[in-house]
């Protein structure tokens, strides 16, 4: 317990965990076409975890963001792995094409994140329910 207490705790803001999740997913979309001539599984196993951080990471006030701002990162990251050629229409037919096929992982991240992000927001809901019943008592009136 006390090493996962140690782990960066960052809260970002929507706009902020959609850049963190739209610029990692480039990179690692880059580095999957360098490192292993874009292959889908790599990058679908790279995407799960990033899911997962980008929900953990999110502000409170912002969760309703996280499954949204994923698949958002996913399509940017599989530009590098698409392979289009024959300008902006061919490099668009690459992505829509592999967005279809890789629907499964595109699907299991938004999964990873909306699960987080609903265990999240329960948890909140119970902190307040709480603190409301044991602070709301004491009125003035």
Same mark, same amino acid.
């Given at each position: ?9 960052? =809260? ?7 850049? !963190? ?25 790279? !995407? ?25 990162? !996913? ?12 300008? !902006? ?14 629907? +499964?992982?595109?699907?299991? +991240? ?12 329960? =948890? ?7 603190? +409301?019943?044991?602070? +709301?008592?004491?009125? =003035?009136?």
């Amino acid at each position: 317990m006390q090493a996962l207490r140690r782990l960066p705790n960052p =809260r970002l803001t929507g706009l902020g965990a959609g850049l !963190f999740g739209a610029a990692t997913m480039l990179a690692l979309g880059s580095l999957d076409q360098l490192l292993f001539n874009g292959s889908a599984i790599v990058y679908g196993l790279l !995407f799960l975890p990033v899911s997962a951080l980008t929900a953990l990471w999110v502000r409170e006030a912002d969760l309703v963001i996280a499954p949204i701002i994923v698949p958002i990162a !996913f399509t940017v990251g599989i530009v590098p792995i698409s392979g289009g050629s024959g300008g !902006f229409g061919g490099q668009t037919m690459a992505v829509v094409t592999a967005l279809a096929v890789h629907a +499964g992982w595109l699907y299991g +991240g938004t999964l990873v994140a909306g699960v987080i992000t609903c265990v999240r927001k329960l =948890r909140t809901m119970g902190r307040r329910q709480r603190r +409301g019943r044991t602070g +709301g008592s004491g009125r =003035r009136g």
